[in-house]
Nanobody, 123 residues
Framework: QVRLEESGGGLVQAGGSLRLSCAAF????????RGWFRQAPGKEREFLAG????????LYADSVKGRFTISRDDATKTTYLQMNSLKPEDTAIYYC????????????????WGQGTWVTVSS
């Protein structure tokens, strides 16, 4: 059974950086798109970034464009989210996701979710 597992979350001061990782376990087809979402307390889950297999351009939400970078290593079945210039409003549970395309993921059409990892940004 395929599952996604995030790691790398934690507590960081405003202006700092974190890199989240999302490892895929089990047989997973490499041509799936991967994405990152977050959900802050009392808010809906929000799409952040998506990336497809190969050299396609990633897609970012305006809220994180220029600060966050998504990447993937298909050899290790791992997706990353490099987060720089973190702000207190970035505090949330961060989830990785899998879908058929970046466009589908950005609309919330996800067929597999990770369990989430907390990111807390202190002011």
């Amino acid at each position: 059974q395929v599952r996604l597992e995030e790691s790398g979350g934690g507590l960081v001061q405003a202006g700092g950086s974190l890199r989240l990782s999302c490892a895929a376990f089990g047989r997973t087809y490499k041509y799936y798109a991967r994405g990152w979402f977050r959900q802050a307390p009392g808010k809906e889950r929000e799409f952040l970034a998506g990336i497809y297999y190969g050299d396609g351009d990633p897609l970012y939400a305006d809220s994180v464009k220029g600060r966050f970078t998504i990447s993937r290593d298909d050899a290790t079945k791992t997706t990353y989210l490099q987060m720089n210039s973190l702000k207190p409003e970035d505090t949330a549970i961060y989830y990785c996701a899998r879908g058929d395309s970046v466009a589908a993921i950005s609309r919330g059409s996800v067929d597999l979710w990770g369990q989430g990892t907390w990111v807390t940004v202190s002011s």
